[in-house]
């Protein structure tokens, strides 16, 4: 079984910037579809970004994160990382690293929530005050 831990989340003042990043186990993680997700409270989990496990890395983002957000992979050290920048109040939420080692879909789909990540983490708490 695949273990997801997130680690950097924090506080930070709207238009700032925070770095999450996500550790997976297992020894095939270049073939992990990899995303993130988040969920404030009161309101739907929702998809943020979801990079694929093709050569390249492909990457795919929500709009609303389009340009402030970039997700990256490190596949020797098995590990995702979410640069935010542009920080603002409507982005605090849990956010959570998901994984998916067997993906049976397009790497969008995770991102719409077609599909779903066979596991995820606790999750960490970002929080961007006015």
């Known amino acids: 079984q695949v273990h997801v831990v997130e680690s950097g989340g924090g506080s930070v003042q709207a238009g700032g910037s925070l770095t999450l990043s996500c550790f997976a186990s297992g020894s095939t993680f270049a073939t992990y579809v990899m995303g993130w997700f988040r969920q404030a409270p009161g309101k739907e989990r929702e998809g943020v970004a979801v990079?694929?496990?093709?050569?390249?890395?492909?990457?795919h983002y929500q709009p609303f994160v389009e340009g402030r957000f970039a997700i990256s992979r490190d596949n020797e050290k098995n590990r995702v990382h979410l640069r935010m920048n542009s920080l603002r109040p409507e982005d605090s939420a849990m956010y959570f690293c998901?994984?998916?080692?067997?993906?049976?879909?397009?790497?969008?789909?995770?991102?719409?929530?077609?599909?779903?990540?066979?596991?995820w983490g606790q999750g960490t708490q970002v929080t961007v005050s006015s």
């Open positions: 990079i694929d496990n093709d050569r390249d890395g492909t990457t």
């Open positions: 998901a994984a998916d080692p067997d993906p049976q879909w397009r790497a969008h789909d995770y991102l719409t929530g077609y599909a779903d990540y066979a596991t």
